[in-house]
T-cell receptor, first 114, second 116 residues
């Protein structure tokens, strides 16, 4: 058990809809990372927050947004969903931002767009 | 810019034989290198890391990796493969000399199949 909790585990919705994915980091970790994993794109870094502040952005679409709350949990919001957004979305956490510490991953949210 | 390459999409090895999963990297400074494993329907799990020091790094489940600066490689190895090692393996790199925040870059993954 990594200590990172993601909800829901599965999400099925339709094109054009909006969903929110939730992540609770490992106790004591201040950094939260979001990744998208699809068969054709591999593991893509989306965004990172550290102690409530955005720290880095990767290949995140404008239709996607995220935030980290004072209790350190994070939410990833996906809007105007398209078929191509179907993927596994992972959250990871680490104690800081130095990059020499491993990230601990949740088991992901599988998003299916019909 | 930093990058990491896993040249093999899949590696097949017989149970009991040694295994190697290849990884090469490119960073402008000193690399921080990581290996992760992903089992079906699970998140990535940390196996081992190289930050500095001994070039041979030992990690979880009997895995080890050798850092080779001249070849810019960080291959994952295990002396004797188990069927339960069958999974997807990711190499990751970060430029350790970059100032401020620098994201970790993951490779595309290598599927390891251990054949009984």
């Amino acid at each position: 058990d990594s200590g990172v909790t993601q909800t829901p585990k599965h999400l099925i919705t339709a094109t054009g809809q909006r969903v929110t994915l939730r992540c609770s980091p490992r106790s004591g970790d201040l950094s939260v990372y979001w990744y998208q994993q699809s068969l054709d794109q591999g593991l893509q870094f989306l965004i990172q927050y550290y102690n409530g502040e955005e720290r880095a952005k990767g290949n995140i679409l404008e239709r996607f947004s995220a935030q980290q709350f004072p209790d350190l949990h994070s939410e990833l919001n996906l809007s105007s969903l398209e078929l191509g957004d179907s993927a596994l979305y992972f959250c990871a956490s680490s104690p800081g931002t130095t990059g020499n510490q491993p990230q601990h991953f949740g088991d992901g949210t599988r998003l299916s767009i019909l | 810019a930093q990058s990491v390459a896993q040249p093999e999409d899949q590696v097949n090895v017989a149970e009991g034989n040694p295994l190697t999963v290849k990884c090469t990297y490119s960073v402008s400074g000193n690399p921080y290198l990581f290996w992760y494993v992903q089992y079906p329907n699970r998140g990535l799990q940390f196996l081992l890391k190289y930050i500095t020091g001994d070039n041979l790094v030992k990690g979880s489940y009997g895995f080890e990796a050798e850092f080779n600066k001249s070849q810019t490689s960080f291959h994952l190895k295990k002396p004797s493969a188990l069927v339960s090692d069958s999974a997807l393996y990711f190499c990751a790199v970060r430029d350790g000399d970059s100032g401020g925040y620098q994201k970790v870059t993951f490779g595309t993954g290598t599927k390891l199949q251990v054949i009984p």
